[in-house]
């Protein structure tokens, strides 16, 4: 793909370019757990999204989408969103430098990737934090990770409306090979935990579905979080966000809030415990614990914060049947994307060949597998 991107960029623009990569991620546990300021557990992977760019000595960027097989060009001085359009991606990071005092002049680039659409791989992080690498390593900016991160997560806000999270775009800056992030979303640092999985792997498996409440439901849990906190800080006063309150203290939490609070409030609160307990487990590798933790993570996300889908749900428990599976559970937002699953790696074609049939069955639908491994984060390639 990279020698694909540089020739292309040749093709096009007729001069050597720059390269850059930056990669999408996984997340072994801890889900909706970052818009209350609480842990998470990403991991970039292998599959991402490549650039070439080159100064043009004017003030338009030209952008070639290998991708979508389309061209977009802008002045670099005066832009804006273009509603639904992937240059957005583009146009946001170049508004974050330019607010933040960096002079972005005319450039050319040619981007692509290997991240499977829909999959829940955050190819969008990724061509955001890609970008803001490629573009800091053209003009000799030396824009440090995490400026990047937050510029990624910023500029997705602003021009593509999306009220993302730092997770994505920090793992796909910070993500470092055989090793996830244990992430603190209130103060923006992390924790490097080894990966020793020895005859274990992690693969996804894509439901291919996404349900159109998605996006309804997720503003609807955040909003429920928010109230929670609200009625909660009567009680408890030096609350911020749910991850001020800890464990021992949820019979108390259960006798203030409603039923349906309640279960929102407890899977954010014990999530978070679960992060840290799943990075003590992968420390010691203790990957039967790991995989326990998994299936807890799933169970609360189905039932009590009410955010996968049938076809996720069925996903998980077939995996949960096999004696060679440690832990399957849904990763992401939730109402389709995938499942991610720890597998003896001797078993991976008896287990892709099971669970198509069975998915396939159920709901006349061939799922995606997608092997996945810890790797490196956003760099220059040469």
Known sequence: MREIIANSFVEIFSQEPLLAFAPGR?????????????????????????????????????????DFNED???????????????????????????????????FDMVFGGNIPVGSGLSSSAALSVGVGTAISGLFDFNIPKKSLALYAQKSEQLFEGLNCGIMDPYASAFGKADHALLLDCRSNSHEEVPISLGPY???????KVKHKLADSAYNKRRSACEESVEILSHTFPDIKTLRDISETDLPKVKSILSIELFSKAKHV????????????????GELVKFGKLMKASHESLSKDYEVSCKELDFLAEESWK?????????????????????????????????????????????????????????????
């Open 26 to 66: 996984i997340n072994l546990i801890g889900e909706h757990t970052d818009y209350q300021e609480g842990f998470v557990f990403p991991a970039a992977v292998a599959q991402g999204i490549h650039f070439a760019i080159q100064k043009n000595n004017s003030k338009s960027a030209r952008i070639h989408s290998l």
């Open 72 to 106: 977009f060009v802008f002045d670099v001085k005066s832009f804006s969103p273009k509603k639904g359009h992937w240059a957005n991606y583009i146009m946001g990071m170049v508004s974050q430098f330019k607010q933040a005092g960096y002079e972005v002049a005319g």
């Open 201 to 207: 792997c992690l693969l996804l498996v894509n439901t």
């Open 269 to 284: 609160i014990l999530e978070d415990v679960r992060v840290h307990q799943a990075g003590e487990s992968l420390r010691r």
């Open 322 to 382: 096999k004696s060679y599976v440690l832990g399957s559970r849904m990763m992401g937002g939730g109402f389709g994307g995938c499942t991610i699953n720890l597998l003896e790696n001797e078993y991976i074609p008896e287990f892709k060949e099971s669970i198509a049939k069975s998915y396939f069955d159920a709901f006349n639908i061939e799922p995606e597998f997608i092997e996945v491994k810890p790797s490196d984060g956003a760099r220059i390639v040469k």
